[in-house]
């Protein structure tokens, strides 16, 4: 069927914005209107005429309203194919009304259980049964039916049936199928993901993994200009989330721009002192704390003022006008913070494509929730996020000399920021401040001689942060010839007892994490 007459709609919304205009435009056309509940109210108030669907089921709504629409007389007006004489006769010998437009919107699930304190009773009175039943069956049905899900589609409904004598096209009916079946989809993941962390945990992955995201924006490309991109949200994001922050000013954000703002922002909650962090290409370039953040930001600059240029910064406090001075003193492509003062905000903005994010919570310091996953040629992989924090208690001496009380606090700086540079990663740091980072290096000699070398000498009395351990004494010999007095590692290579004999011989105090930070 081509065309579909529209003569009677269904309408059973959640979301009521645009009813009473849309339901007033439709009976303006001569479709009949039925109604559930709220929606038969909403619509009736609005002075259109509208049928409560008792009228039609010849059933009262019961249980509390879990028991509405769930009965034949809707679901066979429909169901029923249209182009099947058999089904069409029995429509009539049981006096059912076929249904040609059916117009449903779902409880709101997402919006209910991101409300602080919610009850776990809330949150499954809010699990829709006859919106999504209604929903898939008008769209499993759509070479008859055209199925609406949301207030945004109510325009073009209207423009195309005053256009085409109150017909819809099978094109029309297809794109509003398609986009009904993504939408209980998504509905039905969001509830999955809810009641597996619930009830199962966030530790056991699921046999059957379901995704659901929400389109933010489309992007300009992706990574490289012939690539196409869009960035997506989950719909029960963290609010210190990078999907969640607010853009005060500048350009549109870009894929790369995104990627690493996400690297720059987790790194920045790691820290309890004010604390900014300069991102390139999802590698810290610079990381530093200290008590005043302009002075943090200045010690993180002066780690790589090069590889700073172009990147992207993140200051876990506000930002006041000394650290927006700086941030304005050369170029770069995003600043975030959690707030910005007037004046900082005034400084900020006279560069024009700087892009200034507003981000609340990365203040405080959290446990990472959620799954990693990646996409792979016909997969996905998935994992739990790298949430591990280390405490000075958990760390073993196998040195023979012990690092100092300042020793001790920068190891734990640079193990913090050797979480979130790319494998092989080597962090040297001093004062809390980062002074030379090597990362991404097939070898990790190669990196370490890397950060030696960015340090321009600064590496003198400064800690070594490896992500995993060494495979040779050769780093350690290097360390100690670049004047680096302590090594934070995770230790377990068959040449443990060589590297802990070489950073004894050059009385280089050494701790051992146990623990690996692997970023591929």
């Known amino acids: 069927m081509d065309r579909v007459k529209v003569k009677t709609a269904l309408l059973s919304v959640t979301d009521k914005s645009g009813l009473e205009h849309f339901a007033r435009q439709l009976y303006a056309l001569g479709v009949e209107l039925i109604a559930t509940g709220g929606t038969y109210k909403k619509i009736s108030e609005a002075k259109v005429p509208v049928k409560k669907m008792e009228e039609i089921t ?43 437009l059916v117009v449903v919107n779902l409880y709101q699930f997402k919006e209910t259980v991101r409300k602080k304190g919610i009850s776990l009773e809330d949150a499954m009175e809010n699990i829709d049964i006859g919106g999504p039943t209604m929903v898939r069956a008008a769209a499993k049905n759509y070479r008859g039916v055209a199925i609406v899900t949301f207030p945004g589609q109510y325009d ?84 210190s989330s990078v999907a969640l922050a607010k853009q005060l000013h500048g350009k549109e954000l870009s894929f790369n ?29 610079g990381t530093a704390s200290d008590s005043r953040l302009s002075v943090a930001f200045k010690k993180a600059l002066e780690c790589d003022k090069t590889s700073a240029f172009g990147g992207i910064i993140t200051l876990n406090r506000k930002c006041d006008a000394p650290t927006a001075e700086q941030v304005a003193s050369f170029f770069n492509e995003i600043v975030i913070a959690p707030s910005f003062d007037s004046k900082a905000l005034e400084i900020l903005k006279k560069k024009r ?16 929730r959620g799954i990693d996953f990646r996409a792979v040629e016909g997969g996905a992989l998935v994992q739990t996020l790298d949430s591990h924090r280390l405490k000075e208690s958990d760390c073993k001496l196998v040195s023979k000399r012990k690092p100092t009380v300042g020793e001790m606090q920068d190891l734990l700086f640079a193990w913090s920021v050797a979480k979130y540079a790319k494998s092989n990663a080597i962090v040297l740091a001093k004062n ?30 400064s800690v070594l942060a490896s992500d995993a351990f060494f495979p040779f004494r050769d ?35 050494m701790v051992f994490t146990g623990v690996r930070h692997f970023r591929h």
Request: positive net charge; aromatic residues 6%; contains cysteine.
């Open 58 to 100: 010849r059933f009262p709504e019961m249980l509390d309203g879990r028991v509405k629409t769930l009965q034949p007389e809707i679901h066979a007006g429909i169901l029923a194919d249209r182009e099947k004489k058999e089904h069409m006769q029995v429509l009539k010998g049981r006096g059912i009304k076929p249904i040609d």
């Open 156 to 239: 073009a409904i209207i423009d195309e049936l005053r256009k085409n004598n109150c017909c819809l096209s099978l094109r029309t009916r297809e794109k509003l199928a398609a986009k009904a079946f993504e939408e209980t989809a998504a509905y039905d993941s969001t509830i999955s993901h809810f009641l597996h962390n619930k009830f199962i945990g966030k530790q056991h992955f699921p046999e059957k993994l379901s995704l659901t995201f929400e389109k933010a924006q489309d992007l300009r490309y992706g990574e490289n200009w012939h690539q196409k991109a869009a960035f997506y949200r989950e719909p029960l994001a963290a609010k």
């Open 257 to 285: 721009n995104i990627n690493d703002a996400n690297a720059a922002i987790e790194l920045a909650k790691e820290f309890n002192e004010p604390s900014a962090v300069i991102i390139k290409h999802a590698n810290p370039c």
């Open 353 to 368: 494509d700087l892009r200034v994010l507003q981000l609340p919570g990365i203040e405080k310091p959290h446990a990472m």
């Open 432 to 461: 809390k401040a980062t002074v030379g980072v090597g990362a991404g290096q097939m070898s990790r000699i190669d990196s370490t001689e890397i950060a030696v070398k960015k340090s321009a000498g600064r590496c003198k009395g």
């Open 475 to 509: 780093n350690v010999d290097l360390a100690a010839k670049a004047g680096i007095t302590a090594i934070i590692q995770p230790g377990g290579s068959v040449k443990d007892k060589e590297v802990i004999a070489a950073a004894d011989q050059h009385g280089i105090a």
